[in-house]
């Protein structure tokens, strides 16, 4: 098993920064950690969990939703088993409740929808005042 737990969330005026984190522990010795492509997704309130961005493995390799693009950036630091999002420019539609999710599938699968989703974190609050 691997728990995730994310941090960073808060308030920010638009414009804005934050970055947020997402922690694995658990079954992530050994470099287990880095066999998992690593997701964000968002749920605003009464909307559905929408896909923000993923990274390879390696992390060389990212994906991101039109909506973010050019604004947040999406890295991993193996060593440390952990996950970033780097959200610039924020704007108020970008309030929502922001989940990490590890999957055993390729960063492309997650990007598309069609991935294995094996873990999810329990999330963090973004609000976005205008």
């Known amino acids: 098993q691997v728990q995730l737990v994310e941090s960073g969330g808060g308030l920010v005026q638009a414009g804005g920064s934050l970055r947020l984190s997402c922690v694995a522990s658990g079954r992530t010795s050994g470099g287990a950690f880095a066999q998992y492509a690593m997701g964000w997704f968002r749920q605003a309130p009464r909307k559905e969990r929408d896909f923000v961005a993923a990274?390879?493995?390696?992390?060389?390799?990212?994906y991101y939703a039109d909506s973010v693009k050019g604004r947040f950036t999406v890295s991993r630091d193996n060593a440390k088993n952990t996950v970033y999002l780097q959200m610039n420019n924020l704007k108020p539609e970008d309030t929502a409740v922001y989940y990490c999710a590890a999957s055993s599938s390729h960063a492309y699968d997650i990007f598309r929808g069609t991935a294995n989703i094996n873990y999810w974190g329990k999330g963090t609050l973004v609000t976005v005042s205008s």
């Open positions: 990274t390879s493995w390696s992390g060389e390799t990212t």
